[in-house]
């Protein structure tokens, strides 16, 4: 499902609710965050490596984001997949937490769109393992109320490229 392009947010949540394979562990308020993913999808295929100059425009594009992605993993000509990862620990306390978390990242990847590629929700990171459980940590490492921002998500560092493979 392209959560993307609905307009309807009652549609997304409830897919999110009812219909996304979503591991409890990650709402459960005892694990911290591991992260969020989305694809890049392009309107036509690329033939790599001759898509230089498209991985160089994505890049642009993505290290312009004021959440800046981890990872930029190329592994096709149709679609690349974009990582967040959490800061720190952010922890996620109710299922309504968590699918307001994914509401705020898909309205993130709406509004960063380019004319050249769409962001579509990689709907594989709600089956990860969570992160490490929170037991033992200070109450002041912990933040119980994130948000899909340049505090709790993403990178300041270079956007790292992995797995340029020919197709």
Avoid at 24 to 34: A, F, N, V
Avoid at 127 to 146: K, M, Q, R, V
Wanted: aromatic share 14%; proline share 4%.
């Amino acid at each position: 499902m392209n959560l993307t392009n609905t307009t309807d947010y009652t549609d997304t949540v409830l897919h999110l609710i009812y219909d996304a394979d979503m591991r409890e562990d990650h709402y459960d308020g005892e694990h911290s965050l591991y992260r969020l993913a989305a694809y890049v999808t392009f309107n036509t295929h690329l033939y790599l490596p001759e898509a230089s100059k498209e991985l160089e425009f994505v890049l642009n594009h993505l290290s312009q984001l004021p959440v800046r992605p981890h990872h930029l993993f190329v592994d096709n000509g149709y679609s690349w997949e974009v990582v967040w990862y959490a800061k720190e620990h952010q922890v996620v306390t109710s299922q309504k937490q968590y699918v307001q978390l994914m509401l705020e990242f898909v309205s993130f990847l709406e509004q960063n769109e380019s004319p050249f590629f769409s962001f579509v929700l990689q709907e594989g990171f709600l089956l990860d393992d969570p992160a490490e459980c929170i037991s033992g940590l200070p109450n002041e490492a912990l933040n119980f109320s994130p948000e899909f921002n340049a505090l709790c998500f993403g990178n300041k560092n270079e956007i790292e490229v992995i797995g340029l493979n020919k197709c």
